[in-house]
């Protein structure tokens, strides 16, 4: 009798197995795009550096938009670059420890102008803990480093908009805040991210020494970045650095601390 049924309404049967495939194809397909989803989250997290620290005065996990309790970590210390040598000497877990400061402003060259750049000035650590991928040149050399020379990386999309062609960029100088820098590099192309990260596609990087001729460093949105030892976990370098940066602000043992050390685990 079922077959029957089955027989008489062919097309009622074909329609409900017709939905049913749909249903399962689109499961899928759903299954499939959070997946992948996930997969790119977490490379984008990775790509803020493995097992890193972010030593700054807000914490990233209070959540954002109107309800962020600013009002906790407003009047807290900012970073200061002196803090990475006394890190680097009382924290044997520290493998990489980076400074960086950024604004956003234009860059030019020649008749051309990119507005609302990232312009990074980081130390030399940095390259160890973002481990940047370079399609052109080279990156910015220690002893440019060290001597705070008006050199520059430019992420791909800067490149392209500024010159045309990306490979086109390498050597030449651009303008930041009228200072003349030579390109030494130009990052790999990115693409569009979805959590944001530093978007280096639209981003350059000059080093930290250099960067404070054009940038006040305490409102540049200081921060340290803190790479563990291999055989270190996040945990266990974040209670270690705990009491070193209390000892940096020199802090009583019944004070709170005025600083957060942001683990990238917990994002």
Same mark, same amino acid.
């Given at each position: 009798? %079922?077959?029957?049924? +089955?027989?008489?309404?062919?097309?009622?049967?074909?329609?409900?197995?017709?939905?049913?495939?749909?249903?399962?194809?689109?499961?899928?397909?759903?299954?499939?795009?959070?997946?992948?989803?996930?997969?790119?989250?977490?490379?984008?997290?990775?790509?803020?550096?493995?097992?890193?620290?972010?030593?700054?005065?807000?914490?990233?996990?209070?959540?954002?938009?109107?309800?962020?309790?600013? =009002?906790?970590?407003?009047? /807290?210390?900012?970073?200061?670059?002196?803090?990475?040598?006394?890190?680097?000497?009382?924290?044997?877990?520290?493998?990489?420890? %980076?400074?960086?400061?950024?604004? $956003?402003?234009?860059?030019?060259?020649?008749?051309?102008? +990119?507005?609302?750049? $990232?312009?990074?000035?980081?130390?030399?650590?940095?390259?160890?803990?973002?481990?940047?991928?370079?399609? !052109?040149? /080279?990156?910015?050399?220690?002893?440019?480093?060290?001597?705070?020379?008006?050199?520059?990386?430019?992420?791909?999309?800067?490149?392209?908009?500024?010159?045309?062609?990306?490979? %086109?960029?390498?050597?030449?100088?651009?303008?930041?805040?009228?200072?003349?820098?030579?390109?030494?590099?130009?990052?790999?192309?990115?693409?569009?991210?979805?959590?944001?990260? =530093?978007?280096?596609?639209?981003?350059?990087?000059?080093?930290?020494?250099?960067? /404070?001729?054009?940038? $006040?460093?305490? #409102?540049?949105?200081?921060?340290?970045?803190?790479?563990?030892?291999?055989?270190?976990?996040?945990?266990?370098?974040?209670? $270690?650095?705990?009491?070193?940066?209390?000892?940096? !602000?020199?802090?009583?043992?019944? #004070?709170?601390?005025?600083?957060?050390?942001?683990?990238?685990?917990?994002?």
């Amino acid at each position: 009798m %079922a077959m029957q049924e +089955l027989l008489k309404n062919k097309l009622r049967t074909f329609l409900s197995l017709f939905g049913i495939t749909i249903g399962i194809f689109c499961i899928i397909s759903v299954l499939a795009t959070v997946s992948s989803l996930e997969k790119n989250i977490q490379n984008e997290l990775k790509s803020l550096g493995t097992n890193t620290l972010y030593l700054d005065k807000w914490d990233y996990t209070a959540g954002g938009g109107p309800d962020y309790p600013w =009002w906790k970590y407003v009047n /807290r210390p900012v970073p200061k670059y002196a803090e990475v040598k006394f890190i680097k000497e009382r924290t044997p877990d520290a493998r990489y420890v %980076a400074f960086r400061i950024k604004i $956003n402003d234009d860059i030019g060259y020649q008749n051309n102008l +990119l507005t609302n750049v $990232n312009i990074y000035g980081v130390s030399r650590d940095f390259e160890y803990i973002q481990q940047l991928t370079l399609l !052109h040149g /080279r990156y910015i050399a220690p002893a440019e480093f060290d001597r705070g020379q008006p050199v520059v990386v430019v992420g791909y999309t800067v490149a392209e908009k500024l010159f045309g062609d990306a490979s %086109a960029a390498l050597d030449k100088t651009i303008d930041i805040r009228g200072k003349k820098l030579t390109i030494t590099g130009i990052i790999s192309k990115q693409g569009n991210q979805i959590i944001g990260g =530093w978007n280096f596609d639209e981003s350059v990087i000059i080093p930290y020494r250099f960067a /404070r001729q054009i940038m $006040n460093e305490r #409102k540049a949105d200081p921060l340290i970045m803190v790479q563990g030892q291999p055989n270190v976990s996040s945990k266990v370098l974040k209670e $270690n650095m705990t009491g070193v940066i209390r000892a940096v !602000h020199k802090l009583p043992p019944t #004070k709170a601390n005025n600083f957060t050390l942001n683990d990238i685990n917990d994002f």
